[in-house]
């Protein structure tokens, strides 16, 4: 019912930037937040960042300052501009979402993860 398609992730030496990009799709009423985790290898899955319509945008310590989240409220769409990158930024990140369907029902939904690595 819900589609998150990421798009945007590669490989990048440090120092350098990219942006990545999370597009929703589907019964979708209303958004109430979207947001980006990463896992590296044999790590956790932890939150990047999250933009939410109620209690604002929230940051990881290890990316305040270099990573912006913003969001295209009429596309559904949300980006996570990194810079400064640095290895140890290496990992598969993840949009997640919060919605509202036209039925009602609230749905949490992730996307199927993009690579970003890190290196020179």
């Known amino acids: 019912q819900v589609q998150l398609v990421e798009s945007g992730g590669g490989l990048v030496q440090p120092g350098g930037s990219l942006r990545l990009s999370c597009v929703a799709s589907?019964?979708?009423?209303?958004?109430?937040?979207m947001g980006w985790y990463r896992q590296a290898p044999g790590k956790e899955r932890d939150l990047v960042a999250r933009?939410?319509?109620?209690?604002?945008?929230k940051y990881a310590d290890s990316v305040k300052g270099r990573f912006t989240i913003f969001r295209d409220l009429g596309k559904k769409t949300v980006y996570l501009q990194m810079n400064s990158l640095k290895p140890e930024d290496t990992a598969v990140y993840y949009c997640?979402?919060?919605?509202?369907?036209?039925?009602?029902?609230?749905?949490?939904?992730w996307g199927q993860g993009i690579a970003v690595t890190v290196s020179s």
């Open positions: 997640n979402t919060n919605v509202v369907l036209y039925t009602s029902q609230y749905r949490e939904v």
């Open positions: 933009s939410s319509t109620i209690s604002g945008t």
């Open positions: 589907g019964s979708i009423s209303s958004i109430n937040e």
